[in-house]
């Protein structure tokens, strides 16, 4: 008899640790047992002797993390008898709400800010043939409509604040663990709404209470300078950022992010959009991995406090990087105009001439 077993996603591969009983129809397309990518160069070049992990969730089936906690939002709306899901979205997850209500057969409704998502996300959007409701607005009040509506219409709500997305997304730090053999010293993310913050801890947490692991790391969370409600100490009316995945100044699980930062003895900080797509650029360049603008915050945070020492020589840190690079374009196109490829002739002397000359 064949041991071959084939990996059909994180619900059947944490399932005593999930909210799903024998009975349960699953509602997956195969998300997470994402890479733990160790980086090879840019430790070297930060000249600092430390180990640095990143966790590459763009590699997820729709391109992000919210792949993991939409499994089981969908699977346990269904499970519920719920025939639609609506949610407010930066863009990745209304690409993940619209591809498992697709799976599942059941209607998806999506609100996002008119002209504020990134094309790879639009496309997906429409592609998994979501109803898309553009509105005149961010984020911020597209969240707070969708609360509203839920409550007089049949619609299940799939943004973080359903506590099975929460459930689904703990399984990254599952997965870390399980790679790595114990938990990190320090895990960096970049933080919008929050809601991955407090999965990870809540993930950690159960490890370490189970004794899967005997440590906990210290959670780093880091925001862009224009959307840094954490770092302002309070809400903020109208973010701004290129990173448009957590251009969010009212974040949903606001309480549980800070819960995440004391427990843990961990801090949140901001960088401004220059850093972040100069960290974007420099783990394409030196590592091969490319990440969206806002999942490469983590790494910008993570390399600031490795350069100052906040974060000390010896430790082992995991950036997660919550979307593909493939998901924005335009912003990786415009961000290197100045390299922007010239056209020669079609001969071979030219085409020679150009190697030559770029060696
Ligand atoms: C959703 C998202 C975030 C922010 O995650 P929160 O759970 O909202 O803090 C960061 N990066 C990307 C690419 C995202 O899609």
């Keep these: 008899m064949s041991t071959h077993k084939h990996y059909t996603g994180l619900i059947e591969r944490y399932r005593d640790r999930l909210p799903v ?3 349960t129809r699953i509602i997956s397309l195969n998300e997470g047992n994402t890479p733990l990518i160790q980086l090879q160069n840019i430790p070297r070049l930060l000249g600092k002797d430390v180990t640095i992990y ?16 939409m499994t089981m939002a969908v699977t346990k709306a269904v499970e519920e008898g719920s025939r639609a899901i609506i949610c407010a979205s930066t863009g990745n997850t209304s690409a993940a709400a619209a591809a498992y209500a697709a799976r599942a057969g059941i209607k998806a409704f999506v609100l996002i800010p008119e002209g504020k998502i990134a094309q790879g996300k639009l496309a997906q959007t429409l592609m998994y043939d979501a109803t898309i409701i553009q509105i005149n607005g961010n984020f911020d009040q597209g969240m707070a409509l969708v609360k509203e509506v839920a409550e007089q219409a049949p619609v299940t709500i799939v943004n973080s604040i359903n506590p099975y997305r929460i459930d689904g997304q703990k399984t990254a730090a599952f997965e ?4 790595l053999g114990f938990a990190p010293n320090y895990h960096c993310l970049p933080v919008g709404n929050a809601g991955n913050i407090t999965a ?3 993930g950690y947490k159960e490890y370490a209470t189970d004794r899967v692991c005997n440590n906990r790391p210290v959670m780093c969370g880091y925001q862009a300078a224009g959307a840094a409600p954490f770092v302002a100490g309070k809400m903020i009316d109208n973010p701004e950022t ?6 969010i100044g009212h974040p949903q699980s606001w309480e549980s992010a800070w819960a995440a930062q004391k427990e843990s003895g961990g801090w949140f900080d901001k960088f401004t959009d220059d850093q972040i797509l100069a960290a974007q650029k420099m783990l394409s360049q030196y590592e091969g991995i490319f ?6 915050t983590s790494l910008a945070g993570a390399m600031q406090d490795i350069v100052s020492g906040t974060i000390p020589e010896g430790s082992t840190i995991v950036c997660t990087l919550t979307g593909n690079g493939l998901k924005d374009p335009g912003s990786a196109i415009k961000q290197c105009a100045a390299a922007h490829p010239v056209t020669i002739d079609a001969s071979l002397d030219a085409v020679k001439r150009a190697i030559l000359d770029s060696l």
């Design 200 to 202: 990870y801890w809540k």
């Design 176 to 179: 870390i663990v399980d790679d």
């Design 291 to 296: 990440c969206e603008p806002a999942s490469a």
């Design 242 to 247: 290129i990173a448009t995945a957590i251009r």
């Design 54 to 69: 990143v966790k590459f969730e763009g590699l997820n089936p729709t391109g992000s993390f919210k792949d993991r906690g």
């Design 21 to 23: 009983s024998a009975d």
